[in-house]
Nanobody, 121 residues
Framework: QVQLVESGGGLVQSGGSLRLSCKAS????????MAWHRQAPGNQRELVAE???????NYADAVKGRFTISRDNANNTAYLQMNSLKPEDTALYYCKYKSMSSSWIAYREVWGPGTLVTVSS
């Protein structure tokens, strides 16, 4: 089993920065993807950014140039550095871990409980 612990959410003014952390523990696969998703009230959950063990990253258009995902392999921790925050970034941010097979097919998915980010105008 894999457990995820998120931290770093909070209240920040528009234009400010926050860094989210997601630490994975347990039976970590050799190949995996760690991602950040977010869900604002009344909206669907959406992908923000993801990074896999090959170093490949993917960002939502809305955050490109402002958010950066990174990973500390030694500590199985993913980070999301969020700069130039806007009120529309306000949401519950969830960390997601996906175990990947040698054929790069996801065979296990785990979600964190979420951390709230609030950006005031």
């Amino acid at each position: 089993q894999v457990q995820l612990v998120e931290s770093g959410g909070g209240l920040v003014q528009s234009g400010g920065s926050l860094r989210l952390s997601c630490k994975a523990s347990g039976s970590i696969s050799r190949a995996y993807v760690m991602a950040w998703h977010r869900q604002a009230p009344g909206n669907q959950r959406e992908l923000v950014a993801e990074m896999d063990t090959r170093g490949v990253t993917n960002y939502a258009d809305a955050v490109k140039g402002r958010f950066t995902i990174s990973r500390d392999n030694a500590n199985n921790t993913a980070y999301l550095q969020m700069n130039s925050l806007k009120p529309e970034d306000t949401a519950l941010y969830y960390c997601k871990y996906k175990s990947m097979s040698s054929s790069w097919i996801a065979y296990r998915e785990v979600w964190g409980p979420g951390t709230l980010v609030t950006v005031s105008s």
